[in-house]
């Protein structure tokens, strides 16, 4: 059933989805020609144009998604969506798929766009033109001062901090069309969108408080080092060099309540207007 889905989700979203990903790309794609042509204010113009592109692309589609994701399941086509003699946990659980599958397509292509976008800088600064061997350099570096483990996990927070954004948008919109939030129409999933938003920060802090870690020098290795943010906050001065790593599991565990709680409203609490 969830294969059946995925593929209404395909053929209803393809159009838009296709066009905002050509635009997106021609947008970068001319900037960066412009940008590698040295006409002066063209040049900057197209730069501007191509560092737009490569960073709307990948919030740009999800919020395209979202956008469809509140008019299927909550708008006028909502009563057709919530008919379907499926569990509303299966329904959404395609939708959060597919919008997980078109933001990594998004990451990749951002990644491709970004390396076009690189190049034209290269062309008119004393910036190094991008490069297979560039990037291995980088890399040997990078394996120099940090362990394997350290990487690899540095590079999968990297890639689900844009992966997850369609739960928390989601779960917004579910919650925000609830009978709670009945009176308050199209305000109400900006509304819980907003008190997520605030929550979220205040459990950042609360993380870093209770895990008062970080990833820093030791010696010419990262590592794991102490971090306390109070002492940080005292002083008024960031004079720590680590990155706080204790705000991970906070948020680890709003993600888990938001898909939970999403899930949730789906099966029991709908309430289309």
Same mark, same amino acid.
């Given at each position: 059933?969830?294969?059946? !889905?995925?593929?209404?989700?395909?053929?209803?979203?393809?159009?838009?989805?296709? *066009?905002? #990903?050509?635009?997106? /790309?021609?947008?970068?794609?001319?900037?960066?020609?412009?940008?590698?042509?040295?006409?002066?204010?063209?040049?900057?113009?197209?730069?501007?144009?191509?560092?737009?592109?490569?960073?709307?692309?990948?919030?740009?589609?999800?919020?395209?998604?979202?956008?469809?994701?509140?008019?299927?399941?909550?708008?006028?086509?909502?009563?057709?969506?919530?008919?379907?003699?499926?569990?509303?946990?299966?329904? #959404?659980?395609?939708?959060?798929?597919?919008?997980?599958?078109? @933001?990594?397509?998004?990451? !990749?292509?951002?990644?491709?766009?970004?390396?076009?976008?690189?190049?034209? /800088?290269?062309?008119?600064?004393? $910036?190094?033109?991008?490069?297979?061997?560039?990037?291995? =350099?980088? *890399?040997? =570096?990078?394996?120099?001062?940090?362990?394997?483990?350290?990487?690899?996990?540095?590079? $999968?927070?990297?890639?689900?901090?844009?992966?997850?954004?369609?739960?928390?948008?989601?779960?917004?919109?579910?919650?925000?069309?609830?009978?709670?939030?009945?009176?308050?129409?199209?305000?109400?999933?900006?509304?819980? #969108?907003?008190?997520?938003?605030?929550?979220?920060?205040?459990?950042?802090?609360?993380?870093?408080?209770?895990?008062?870690?970080?990833?820093? *020098?030791?010696? =010419?290795?990262?590592?794991?080092? @102490?971090?306390?943010?109070? =002492?940080?906050?005292?002083?008024?001065?960031?004079?720590?060099?680590?990155?706080?790593?204790?705000? !991970?599991?906070?948020?680890?565990?709003?993600?888990? #309540?938001?898909?939970?709680?999403?899930?949730?409203?789906?099966?029991?609490?709908?309430?289309?207007?």
């Amino acid at each position: 059933m969830t294969t059946t !889905l995925l593929k209404h989700e395909w053929l209803r979203t393809r159009g838009a989805l296709g *066009m905002y #990903f050509g635009i997106t /790309v021609l947008v970068g794609l001319l900037g960066s020609l412009l940008g590698a042509s040295g006409w002066s204010v063209l040049s900057v113009l197209g730069l501007l144009l191509a560092f737009l592109a490569v960073f709307v692309l990948v919030p740009g589609v999800q919020l395209l998604l979202v956008a469809d994701y509140w008019r299927s399941g909550y708008g006028r086509t909502g009563y057709f969506t919530q008919s379907i003699p499926v569990r509303g946990a299966t329904i #959404f659980r395609a939708k959060l798929l597919w919008a997980v599958l078109v @933001s990594l397509a998004a990451v !990749l292509l951002t990644a491709l766009l970004g390396w076009v976008v690189w190049w034209a /800088v290269a062309i008119n600064s004393g $910036v190094t033109s991008p490069s297979v061997a560039v990037i291995g =350099d980088i *890399m040997a =570096d990078l394996a120099e001062i940090a362990p394997a483990w350290m990487i690899v996990a540095g590079a $999968v927070l990297m890639l689900a901090s844009f992966l997850v954004w369609p739960i928390y948008y989601y779960f917004a919109v579910s919650v925000g069309h609830e009978n709670r939030f009945a009176g308050m129409g199209a305000a109400g999933p900006i509304v819980v #969108f907003v008190v997520l938003y605030v929550g979220m920060q205040l459990a950042s802090l609360l993380g870093m408080v209770a895990i008062p870690l970080g990833i820093g *020098m030791e010696g =010419d290795r990262l590592g794991l080092v @102490s971090f306390n943010v109070l =002492d940080e906050m005292t002083v008024g001065t960031a004079n720590s060099e680590a990155m706080p790593i204790g705000f !991970l599991a906070t948020m680890g565990l709003i993600l888990v #309540f938001c898909a939970w709680r999403t899930v949730r409203s789906w099966n029991h609490k709908v309430a289309l207007r």
